[in-house]
């Protein structure tokens, strides 16, 4: 799925979780727009991935995580385009503050059985049940110019 000149752009996922429930946040404004998703972004070249994803939950939800749990690293391949979005998921359930919404952000809380994957990204049905059992992964998805997966590989695997 890669091809010779491509480079990964560092992004960060993060899932806030709470007993049975995780928190999403309805994406307001720009790319994945009208979409559940994570709290996550970019990662700044003045910080660690782990700082960034810390940073992006304060500013989507309005909580301060205290603890991160590395599940997966996915790449995100769009047809055309020669840039990889390379992702690292976090899991925490240490956080303080309750989510507020944002800007970018609206969150709410579902329970882990209703989870509105007929409005998150496609490639959310294969990795969040992998989440969703406490295992971690890592996966190469290729989407194509409309939002559908063309391709895909995701792995299973004992540590991050």
């Known amino acids: 799925m890669e091809s010779k000149n491509t480079r990964n752009k560092l992004f960060t996922l993060c899932l806030v979780c ?12 720009g790319f994945g727009v009208e979409k559940w ?3 996550g972004g970019k990662v700044l070249p003045i910080e660690t991935i782990e700082e960034a994803a810390i940073r ?13 749990v590395k599940i997966g690293i996915l790449e995100f ?8 979005l390379e992702v690292h998921i976090f899991q925490t359930d240490n956080f303080s503050g309750e989510p507020i919404e944002s800007e970018e952000m609206r969150p709410q809380w579902f ?5 509105p994957f ?8 294969f ?7 406490e295992k971690k992964f890592v996966g190469k ?17 004992e540590r991050i």
Do not use: C
């Not at 007929?118 to 049905?125: I, P, V, Y």
């Open 111 to 115: 329970d882990i059985n209703e989870m």
């Open 56 to 68: 992006e939950v304060r500013e989507e939800a309005g909580i301060v995580v205290n603890n991160l």
């Open 18 to 29: 709470q007993n049975s429930k995780v928190l999403l946040g309805m994406k307001k404004r």
């Open 127 to 133: 990795w969040f049940p992998l989440f969703l059992s």
């Open 77 to 84: 391949e769009f047809k055309n385009n020669p840039e990889i």
């Open 141 to 157: 998805f290729l989407y194509d110019n409309s939002d559908n997966i063309i391709n895909h590989k995701l792995t299973v695997v």
């Open 118 to 125: 007929s409005k998150m990204w496609q490639d959310d049905t």
């Open 37 to 39: 998703n994570g709290f």
